[in-house]
């Protein structure tokens, strides 16, 4: 059984900082993608940024410059720094992690999500 665990989420600032991580446990092989996505009131659930095993990354436009996405491979743990954040950057976060290999099943799983709410 895989699960994802965020962390990390609250209240900041506008202009402010935060830091999200997620945890994957199980008896995990490895994982290919992982990623962060957002849905924020009213709104479709939407990619922010995204990385591979080997580390290639991917952003939203509307996050490019802001937002860095890392993970580490050995703690099957990925995070998402949030710098400079705005007030649209208000959302429920989720994680994903895309094809996961496990001692008995491959498949995709999310996260339960983690709201941050950026204030004036």
């Known amino acids: 059984q895989v699960q994802l665990v965020e962390s990390g989420g609250g209240l900041v600032q506008a202009g402010g900082s935060l830091r999200l991580s997620c945890a994957a446990s199980g008896s995990i092989f490895s994982i290919n993608a992982m990623s962060w996505y957002r849905q924020a009131p009213g709104k479709q659930r939407e990619l922010v940024a995204a990385?591979?095993?080997?580390?290639?990354?991917n952003y939203a436009d509307s996050v490019k410059g802001r937002f860095t996405i890392s993970r580490d491979n050995a703690k099957n743990t990925v995070y998402l720094q949030m710098n400079s954040l705005k007030l649209e950057d208000t959302a429920v976060y989720y994680c994903?992690?895309?094809?996961?290999?496990?001692?008995?099943?491959?498949?995709?799983?999310w996260g339960q999500g983690t709201q941050v709410t950026v204030s004036s």
């Open positions: 994903a992690a895309f094809e996961v290999v496990t001692s008995t099943s491959w498949g995709d799983y």
């Open positions: 990385i591979t095993s080997g580390g290639s990354t």
